[in-house]
């Protein structure tokens, strides 16, 4: 299995440019998350689908943040406008309902300028 | 909601044990998680606890008290890889289904010769 894959690796952009994230879960995982890490906060859950429904997005900064997951091997996090306080690590992760952890994709580096 | 406690740094010498404790309150619990994240890289999975009691895996072990709301990560012969931050993690189960994950902001250790 290629794990979790998340695209691009890196990313910059200007400011009030939309920015789209993309996650491909582990084949038969049934609940997906997003999450994002900067120094000072650490790792914040974003949002979490569970078989492709939106379970819990109160993590969601604000209205410029959106996420989708059209089906069960595909998810988009974007941000529009972007800002520069946006920038961090944004991780995608996957797991099997009622599993015992999650798999972490290698992350996308946001840096907005 | 939950609220998860972990010394910001240690320090330990290579071939040495180490103890990196977390405290958290949350209102759901259904398991606590610790993580590996070397610096760059995705967070992965070392071990997990639901029962209290502790649980071995290799050179690294973890604890559990649910009713003082505490677990320790124990890490034995230290060794210079080991060096990077250990996040601790606690899983809720959601009505919605599945299960969601919230991370402590990790406790970055480095190994001294």
């Known amino acids: 299995d290629a794990g979790v894959i998340q695209s691009p690796r890196h990313e910059v952009t200007e400011m009030g440019q939309e920015v789209t994230l993309r996650c491909k879960p582990i084949?038969?995982?049934?609940?997906l998350f997003w999450y994002r890490q900067t120094m000072m906060r650490g790792l914040e859950l974003l949002i979490y689908?569970?078989?492709?429904?939106?379970?819990?997005d109160s993590g969601m900064p604000e209205d410029r943040f959106s996420a989708k997951m059209p089906n069960a091997s595909f998810s988009t996090l974007k941000i529009q406008p972007s800002e520069p306080r946006d920038s961090a690590v944004y991780f995608c992760?996957?797991?099997?309902?009622?599993?015992?952890?999650?798999?972490f994709g290698s992350g996308t580096r946001l840096t907005v300028v | 909601g939950q609220n998860i406690d972990q010394p910001t740094e240690m320090t330990a010498t290579e071939g040495a044990i180490v103890q990196i404790n977390c405290t958290y309150q949350?209102?759901?619990?259904?398991?606590l998680f610790w993580y590996q994240q070397h610096a760059g890289e995705a967070p992965t999975f070392l071990s997990y606890?639901?029962?209290?009691g502790l649980e071995e895996k290799g050179r690294f072990s973890s604890f559990l008290s649910r009713s003082k709301g505490y677990s320790y990560l124990l890490l034995k012969e230290l060794q210079m890889k080991d060096s990077a931050s250990y996040l601790c993690?606690?899983?809720?189960?959601?009505?919605?289904?599945?299960?969601?994950?919230?991370f402590g902001t990790g406790t970055q250790l480095k190994v001294e010769l």
């Open positions: 993690a606690v899983r809720d189960t959601l009505t919605g289904g599945g299960n969601k994950l919230t």
């Open positions: 084949s038969g995982h049934n609940s």
């Open positions: 606890n639901v029962l209290d």
């Open positions: 949350t209102s759901g619990f259904n398991g």
């Open positions: 992760a996957s797991s099997p309902q009622d599993s015992a952890g999650y798999t």
């Open positions: 689908f569970n078989n492709n429904v939106p379970i819990d």
